[in-house]
């Protein structure tokens, strides 16, 4: 009987974006499984941003900020909020969902066209696009999936319901509705959605941490634009391929 040990740490997650903390769980759980490591992943919540944690990964328990009150940090817990992570592209993420939903339809592929706060004239940072551009992409998406032998069915989430008419009205492809009457928040359902594509994830905008952790999450290609070089993409190592 062999029993593993492992080495106990701690990790104070930010309390932003669903998805920025799946990224800092992403680099933590490789982390972990390389040094032999169990980790505290303390799920953050702000008053701009509570989400619970909907998601779990091997080498990690995730505790809410309240249950993590009764664990008492103490001086011979490492913590790792000083450690520097690198990703290695190709470690394989090991998570599920902590939800059960009854999922029995396909698509070979989802577009997810990030607009509202994303798009911002005035914001000069790569992360952030404009109206023009976004539409541009879309035409560019349209085009590669219409084009593409690959692509039989489609699906769509978006944080603006009004490109799912303009999209769906122009691609020749079978598009598959997604059902949202579960009792699971919409962007754990979104998020959800995004991995569960059979071929690939096309990230129609020039930024999305949701669309790129979810690729890796799925082990994926991230369909996306030349423009995106220029966002923080880069940095995630994500399996990308450009249609423009």
Request: proline share 2%; hydrophobic share 35%.
């Amino acid at each position: 009987l062999i029993i593993m040990s492992y080495n106990k740490v701690y990790f104070s997650g930010r309390p932003d974006g669903i998805v920025n903390r799946i990224e800092q769980l992403i680099l933590i759980q490789e982390y972990c499984v390389e040094n032999n490591l169990q980790c505290n992943y303390i799920w953050n919540n702000s008053n701009f941003r509570n989400y619970l944690p909907l998601i779990s990964f091997d080498n990690i328990e995730i505790m809410n900020t309240k249950n993590s009150n009764n664990i008492q940090i103490s001086n011979n817990i490492q913590s790792l909020n000083g450690i520097k992570f690198n990703r290695t592209k190709d470690f394989g993420i090991r998570y599920k969902f902590d939800f059960n939903i009854d999922f029995n339809i396909e698509y070979d592929t989802i577009i997810h066209v990030r607009a509202t706060d994303r798009l911002n004239p005035n914001m000069k940072h790569g992360d952030f696009s404009i109206v023009n551009e976004l539409n541009i992409f879309i035409e560019k998406m349209i085009t590669y999936v219409n084009n593409s032998s690959e692509i039989n069915t489609y699906t769509i989430i978006t944080d603006d319901n009004k490109y799912i008419d303009t999209i769906k009205n122009r691609i020749n492809k079978k598009f598959v509705t997604l059902s949202y009457e579960y009792n699971i928040p919409n962007e754990w359902l979104d998020y959800y959605y995004l991995t569960k594509s059979n071929k690939n994830i096309i990230m129609c905008c020039k930024f999305s941490s949701y669309s790129i952790t979810a690729s890796i999450l799925a082990n994926k290609p991230l369909l996306c634009f030349k423009q995106s070089l220029d966002s923080n993409l880069p940095r995630y190592k994500a399996k990308i391929q450009f249609i423009d």
